[in-house]
């Protein structure tokens, strides 16, 4: 239905060499999900892939095929097409250079996790998937804070309370599919945020740093 999506391309095969190693980061919105990235780039030299911010960046390129379409699917708190968000992705990922990565807020749903495993999940080492466990009113808290100085259209209760239902009803049974395959590493994002980066920087230490 939308063009782009594809195999990897032969850029792809070139650049990287070996077989990508990707880690999902999940959690609901306002639970930490960037900043805690941030610092595994800073400490671990991975590639951050943000799902939510490739479509805002797509969104916001004049003469987009895809802007409109992204742009409506965010203001109402739903989930952007697989078809879509993996062509973003896999671009991202031709474009770094790098081995590394940190796919934020990705798979949300179920339609995309069966477009991830179609067509890239046999290219890639899905090392583990980081949950950032934060109670949702906290996540509601945070986002609205962050809200008045973001300019995110997504950041207002509205968009907020939409994109809550999302987690709880799509996102949710995501986690609970990587957990039977004991791939899931859950942590407590209601701390302050150092703390919080102890937990994930045991996990890198333990496992991902050395890939």
């Given at each position: 239905m939308f063009a782009g999506i594809s195999l990897f391309s032969t850029a792809l095969k070139h650049v990287l060499k070996m077989t990508p190693n990707v880690v999902f980061v999940l959690g609901g919105p306002g639970?930490?999900?960037?900043?805690?990235?941030?610092?595994?780039?800073?400490?671990?030299?991975?590639?951050?892939?943000?799902a939510g911010d490739l479509l805002r960046e797509e969104r916001s390129k004049p003469g987009s095929k895809y802007g409109e379409l992204i742009e409506t699917y965010i203001k109402e708190g739903k989930i952007v097409p697989v078809e879509i968000t993996c062509s973003l992705l896999e671009r991202?990922?031709?474009?770094?250079?790098?081995?590394?990565?940190?796919?934020?807020?990705?798979?949300?749903?179920?339609?995309?996790?069966?477009g991830w495993n179609k067509v890239m999940?046999?290219?890639?080492?899905?090392?583990?998937?980081?949950?950032?466990?934060?109670?949702?009113?906290?996540?509601?808290?945070?986002c609205l804070k962050r809200g008045t100085s973001s300019g995110r259209v997504d950041d207002?209760?509205?968009?907020?309370?939409?994109?809550?239902?999302?987690?709880?009803?799509?996102?949710?049974?995501?986690?609970?599919?990587?957990?039977k395959l004991n791939l899931v590493r859950q942590i407590d994002a209601t701390r302050p945020e150092e703390e919080v980066y102890k937990d994930v920087e045991h996990l890198f230490q333990a496992g991902a740093g050395d890939n």
């Open positions: 639970a930490g999900k960037g900043t805690q990235c941030q610092k595994i780039v800073e400490h671990f030299g991975y590639v951050h892939l943000s991202a990922m031709v474009q770094s250079g790098k081995q590394n990565f940190l796919i934020d807020g990705f798979p949300r749903n179920q339609d995309n996790l069966d999940a046999n290219k890639v080492n899905l090392q583990f998937v980081i949950v950032f466990d934060c109670p949702l009113e906290v996540c509601t808290e945070r207002n209760v509205d968009s907020l309370r939409k994109r809550i239902n999302t987690f709880l009803s799509e996102t949710r049974p995501i986690i609970d599919y990587y957990a």
